[in-house]
């Protein structure tokens, strides 16, 4: 079951904070976030492996509710280098990972 | 370290044609991912292998793609014969274990005519 991802897409200006949701309506096990950049390939921004979770590097951190089946992203005071397209994917225990459709972000300056 | 490398970067065919892509992961790692991504997309798992055995194949469409990871290391994804439908980028993923960071290579855009 493909994970839904809000909003569909996102502009804000340099500064501005933004949140991207992710929510499944099967159990999940693991939530995964990647970043990908127009004509290049997805990078890996972080795992959460267990309910409650909450990760965090720089200023993107998220979290992972394990009972509302839902993960969260949250980018702080965004750079321009934030532009791109978020993909969470999740699974379940044993699984494949399934990637949602995407959040487009785009920074003004 | 050298990253995840795919060839061709670039192919267009014609449909009913035949193409193979080619993928060299991170050395040491052992689970190897192909992903299809059409256009404004998340990408969609084909074909996961760990070593050279194969873990998943569920969405791979066996009547026409085909893959196989020969010595556990180097990859290879075939289509035969392409359909339009199969226009996409086809990236190469790799990673030490299962469900752990993935590393994906820079694809190969695939266009069908």
């Known amino acids: 079951q493909q994970p839904v991802q809000s909003p569909q897409a996102v502009i804000l200006r340099e500064g501005e904070d933004a949140v991207i949701n992710c929510s499944s309506s099967k159990a999940l096990y693991s939530v995964h976030w990647y970043r990908q950049k127009h004509g290049e390939a997805p990078v890996f921004l972080m795992i959460l492996l267990k309910g409650g979770e909450q990760k965090g590097h720089d200023k993107i951190s998220a979290s992972f509710n394990e009972k509302k089946q839902q993960s969260s992203l949250y980018l702080t005071a965004s750079q321009l280098s934030y532009s791109g397209t978020y993909f969470c994917g999740t699974s379940n225990r044993d699984d494949k990972i399934i990637f949602g459709k995407g959040t487009r972000l785009h920074i003004l300056p | 370290e050298a990253g995840v490398a795919q060839s061709p970067r670039y192919k267009i065919i014609e449909k009913r044609q035949s193409v193979a892509f080619w993928c060299n992961p991170i050395s040491g790692h052992a689970t190897l991912y192909w992903y299809q991504q059409i256009l404004g997309q998340g990408p969609k798992l084909l074909i996961q292998f760990q070593n050279n055995g194969v873990v998943d194949d569920s969405q791979l469409p066996k009547d026409r793609f085909s893959a196989e990871r020969l010595k556990g290391v180097d990859s290879t994804l075939k289509i035969q014969p392409a359909k339009l439908e199969d226009s996409a980028v086809y990236l190469c993923?790799?990673?030490?274990?299962?469900?752990?960071?993935?590393?994906f290579g820079p694809g190969t855009r695939l266009t069908v005519l």
């Open positions: 993923a790799s990673s030490s274990r299962n469900y752990n960071e993935q590393f």
